[in-house]
């Protein structure tokens, strides 16, 4: 397969760029002709920034995964599509070509038919990182039934809001999955989940370590049983279903500043031709590359670059089960000499986990391979970028630190590997139809180099959000209204004086913790969950490893005795979050106080809060306009 649009050096990404601001119906609708269509489209955008209101390819019918399955069988049937690594080294990887992953997708598109899934319908994936879960999705998407996959470190409660808050009919699950030396119970959770909420009337069961589970009669159904009755009774596979260009492909839920994390709904045909474009550019893929993109699928990295981007591409996609540190620190390294993997994307926290074990692990590690690297999620600092870049891809594999969000669907600003310049802990240069702003915080745009700002996006691009489930209202107010008439990302960014871009972190009330997004209002959500807790106060501090760690105030209804009770108030607080969250939410520490600073209209300064998590103690500024500013020394005294 060929990419006509990829771009070859730096001129052609300057006129490409400034082809793509001057005429995007010209340069998109010539770029969407690749892709396999049943109905062209009447106009290729509308967009109206005020009322979020944004259409791509008007009139336009396909299937994603006839673009990302059957248009390659005839060219590339034999090659891998999937290759498998599972968690344990010891046990053999899998591969399945494309042939064969068209196959297990059509026959399972049956099943979901058969059981009855009908377009439109929602589906929440709840599973490990194996192969049926990518099955499971594209199955969806073959149906037109709108995917959701939760990642498999949330908890009951975080399923079942999921499910409630999309009216979902079906839970696709497997038993138990796979996670460094331990077996983590899927199933068992699911079935927590669904005594709190009553839409599902199917859960489709894989099963994957083996472990016993309970099957509800009339709702569990197997997996392997409910295939196995397609081919006996030999049902035919359904025909794939021909969607509008802005029918919804999936729905993915990803937290903001408030309390309820947000149902962040991407359409079918902008969302795929993005996820090609910036997949075939960025990476620089060529024919037959491995691409090892080592997200999890329960995150838009997953989504858009193990699945959707490198398949529309006819690449191999490389899928890995475990954690980067088990059975020990050099795994990364054996997957990529074991499977020749010539594109590594990871996070930076990962890097950053890695580089304490030193140079050792890499030892002996055959990387030649390696021709590109990636990074994403969180801003990388210098030391891990050069790290990155002297021991993995000693010198020679350019980095794409990569900029972009679950919202945006694919990657908006970074450099192009081996064509645009990289600059450490820069994310560089806008895609090509990206056009960034940096507003100050009076909506003033921020001309010129060297300025810093708030990062919003000023015109339409494929791939950019369509609503929030179920609340058209909300998407409005969180991304459209801060700036009016612009994308406001909620990040922070610098350009500098070669106009390159460097994201800065946050700027609202979410964290950033090991490259997860959370927002400090769930997570103090959850802590006023436990009956001992009368409030609390949660904001983020620097972390060597996770770049974000979680530091939480807690208000408690009764006075602490001594450090043995505070530890175990501690240990019963972390088994909250965990139960209402999932562990990633877990703060780093908890400090007992009996007030928070705050303002006469009651709100938290967590300004301050944040200082002294940081301990820049003497630098706290006025805490004059505060209720009570005897609190602050009391907090600074027990400081963490
Ligand atoms: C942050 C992940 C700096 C940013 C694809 C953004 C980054 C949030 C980078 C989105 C990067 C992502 N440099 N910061 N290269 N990439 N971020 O929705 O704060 O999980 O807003 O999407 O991660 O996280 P999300």
Same mark, same amino acid.
């Given at each position: 397969m060929k990419y006509p649009y990829q771009i070859q050096n730096l001129d052609q990404y300057y006129s490409d760029y400034q082809k793509s601001i001057e005429n995007p119906d010209e340069f998109w609708g010539s770029i969407a002709e690749h892709f396999e269509w049943h109905e062209t489209w009447n106009s290729v955008v509308h967009s109206d920034f005020l009322t979020a209101k944004t259409i791509w390819f008007e009139g336009a019918k396909l299937n994603i995964t006839e673009n990302c399955l059957d248009r390659h069988l005839e060219e590339r049937g034999n090659q891998p599509a999937i290759v498998f690594e599972p968690n344990d080294p010891n046990k053999p990887s899998q591969t399945l070509t494309y042939q064969e992953l068209y196959d297990r997708v059509a026959e399972f598109s049956t099943v979901l038919t058969n059981i009855g899934i009908q377009k439109s319908d929602r589906v929440c994936i709840y599973m490990g990182m194996i192969p049926e879960l990518a099955i499971a999705v594209l199955a969806c998407a073959r149906i037109g039934a709108i995917h959701s996959v939760i990642f498999g470190g949330f908890s009951a409660q975080s399923i079942a809001d999921r499910v409630i808050d999309a009216q979902a009919s079906c839970i696709i699950t497997c038993d138990g999955a796979y996670r460094g030396n331990k077996e983590i119970p899927l199933k068992p959770v699911v079935d927590q989940a669904l005594k709190l909420c009553d839409t599902v009337s199917e859960v489709v069961v894989f099963k994957h370590t083996g472990t016993t589970v309970n099957m509800t009669k009339g709702r569990d159904l197997w997996w392997h049983e409910q295939v196995n009755e397609i081919i006996e009774v030999g049902i035919p596979w359904e025909e794939p279903e021909r969607v509008d260009a802005e029918d919804p492909l999936f729905i993915l839920y990803t937290s903001g500043s408030t309390g309820k994390p947000k149902g962040v709904v991407h359409s079918t045909a902008g969302y795929m031709v993005w996820a090609n474009y910036t997949f075939v550019n960025v990476f620089q893929y060529q024919p037959k590359q491995v691409h090892f993109c080592t997200a999890d699928i329960g995150w838009i990295t997953g989504h858009t670059y193990i699945l959707y981007g490198p398949l529309s591409a006819g690449a191999t996609t490389l899928m890995f089960e475990g954690i980067p540190t088990w059975p020990d620190a050099g795994r990364f390294w054996d997957i990529c000499q074991k499977h020749s993997v010539d594109i590594l994307y990871t996070a930076p926290t990962a890097i950053r986990s890695l580089m304490v074990f030193g140079d050792e692990p890499l030892k002996n590690k055959d990387l030649r391979h390696l021709k590109v690297l990636g990074t994403v999620g969180e801003p990388i600092n210098e030391e891990a970028w050069h790290w990155y870049d002297d021991k993995v891809g000693k010198n020679n594999a350019p980095i794409v630190d990569t900029w972009w969000q679950t919202e945006t669907g694919g990657i908006m600003i970074s450099n192009l590997a081996g064509i645009t310049p990289s600059k450490p802990s820069f994310a560089t240069l806008p895609l090509p139809g990206i056009f960034p702003v940096l507003m100050d915080e009076n909506g003033k745009i921020l001309e010129g180099n060297s300025v810093s700002g708030n990062l919003c996006i000023a015109k339409p691009w494929? @791939?950019? %959000?369509?609503?929030t489930f179920g609340d058209h209202q909300r998407c409005i107010d969180t991304y459209f209204s801060a700036y009016k008439g612009y994308y406001f990302t909620g990040d922070g960014c610098l350009r500098d004086e070669d106009g390159l871009y460097r994201i800065t972190g946050r700027v609202d009330d979410v964290l950033n913790v090991s490259g997860h997004r959370i927002g400090t209002a769930e997570v103090e959500n959850a802590i006023n969950m436990n009956p001992l807790v009368v409030e609390s106060a949660v904001v983020g501090f620097s972390h060597d490893i996770k770049g974000q760690g979680i530091y939480a105030y807690v208000i408690l209804n009764k006075e602490i005795a001594d450090e043995e009770m505070a530890s175990n108030l501690r240990i019963q607080i972390l088994r909250t979050v965990s139960e209402v969250? @999932?562990? %990633?939410?877990?703060?780093d520490k908890i400090q007992f106080v009996t007030g928070l600073p705050k303002t006469r209209s009651g709100k938290i300064m967590r300004r301050i809060l944040r200082k002294i998590a940081e301990g820049e103690l003497n630098s706290l500024g006025d805490t004059s306009t505060l209720l009570d500013p005897s609190v602050v020394e009391s907090i600074k005294l027990s400081r963490m």
């Amino acid at each position: 397969m060929k990419y006509p649009y990829q771009i070859q050096n730096l001129d052609q990404y300057y006129s490409d760029y400034q082809k793509s601001i001057e005429n995007p119906d010209e340069f998109w609708g010539s770029i969407a002709e690749h892709f396999e269509w049943h109905e062209t489209w009447n106009s290729v955008v509308h967009s109206d920034f005020l009322t979020a209101k944004t259409i791509w390819f008007e009139g336009a019918k396909l299937n994603i995964t006839e673009n990302c399955l059957d248009r390659h069988l005839e060219e590339r049937g034999n090659q891998p599509a999937i290759v498998f690594e599972p968690n344990d080294p010891n046990k053999p990887s899998q591969t399945l070509t494309y042939q064969e992953l068209y196959d297990r997708v059509a026959e399972f598109s049956t099943v979901l038919t058969n059981i009855g899934i009908q377009k439109s319908d929602r589906v929440c994936i709840y599973m490990g990182m194996i192969p049926e879960l990518a099955i499971a999705v594209l199955a969806c998407a073959r149906i037109g039934a709108i995917h959701s996959v939760i990642f498999g470190g949330f908890s009951a409660q975080s399923i079942a809001d999921r499910v409630i808050d999309a009216q979902a009919s079906c839970i696709i699950t497997c038993d138990g999955a796979y996670r460094g030396n331990k077996e983590i119970p899927l199933k068992p959770v699911v079935d927590q989940a669904l005594k709190l909420c009553d839409t599902v009337s199917e859960v489709v069961v894989f099963k994957h370590t083996g472990t016993t589970v309970n099957m509800t009669k009339g709702r569990d159904l197997w997996w392997h049983e409910q295939v196995n009755e397609i081919i006996e009774v030999g049902i035919p596979w359904e025909e794939p279903e021909r969607v509008d260009a802005e029918d919804p492909l999936f729905i993915l839920y990803t937290s903001g500043s408030t309390g309820k994390p947000k149902g962040v709904v991407h359409s079918t045909a902008g969302y795929m031709v993005w996820a090609n474009y910036t997949f075939v550019n960025v990476f620089q893929y060529q024919p037959k590359q491995v691409h090892f993109c080592t997200a999890d699928i329960g995150w838009i990295t997953g989504h858009t670059y193990i699945l959707y981007g490198p398949l529309s591409a006819g690449a191999t996609t490389l899928m890995f089960e475990g954690i980067p540190t088990w059975p020990d620190a050099g795994r990364f390294w054996d997957i990529c000499q074991k499977h020749s993997v010539d594109i590594l994307y990871t996070a930076p926290t990962a890097i950053r986990s890695l580089m304490v074990f030193g140079d050792e692990p890499l030892k002996n590690k055959d990387l030649r391979h390696l021709k590109v690297l990636g990074t994403v999620g969180e801003p990388i600092n210098e030391e891990a970028w050069h790290w990155y870049d002297d021991k993995v891809g000693k010198n020679n594999a350019p980095i794409v630190d990569t900029w972009w969000q679950t919202e945006t669907g694919g990657i908006m600003i970074s450099n192009l590997a081996g064509i645009t310049p990289s600059k450490p802990s820069f994310a560089t240069l806008p895609l090509p139809g990206i056009f960034p702003v940096l507003m100050d915080e009076n909506g003033k745009i921020l001309e010129g180099n060297s300025v810093s700002g708030n990062l919003c996006i000023a015109k339409p691009w494929p @791939g950019m %959000i369509r609503t929030t489930f179920g609340d058209h209202q909300r998407c409005i107010d969180t991304y459209f209204s801060a700036y009016k008439g612009y994308y406001f990302t909620g990040d922070g960014c610098l350009r500098d004086e070669d106009g390159l871009y460097r994201i800065t972190g946050r700027v609202d009330d979410v964290l950033n913790v090991s490259g997860h997004r959370i927002g400090t209002a769930e997570v103090e959500n959850a802590i006023n969950m436990n009956p001992l807790v009368v409030e609390s106060a949660v904001v983020g501090f620097s972390h060597d490893i996770k770049g974000q760690g979680i530091y939480a105030y807690v208000i408690l209804n009764k006075e602490i005795a001594d450090e043995e009770m505070a530890s175990n108030l501690r240990i019963q607080i972390l088994r909250t979050v965990s139960e209402v969250i @999932g562990p %990633i939410a877990k703060p780093d520490k908890i400090q007992f106080v009996t007030g928070l600073p705050k303002t006469r209209s009651g709100k938290i300064m967590r300004r301050i809060l944040r200082k002294i998590a940081e301990g820049e103690l003497n630098s706290l500024g006025d805490t004059s306009t505060l209720l009570d500013p005897s609190v602050v020394e009391s907090i600074k005294l027990s400081r963490m």
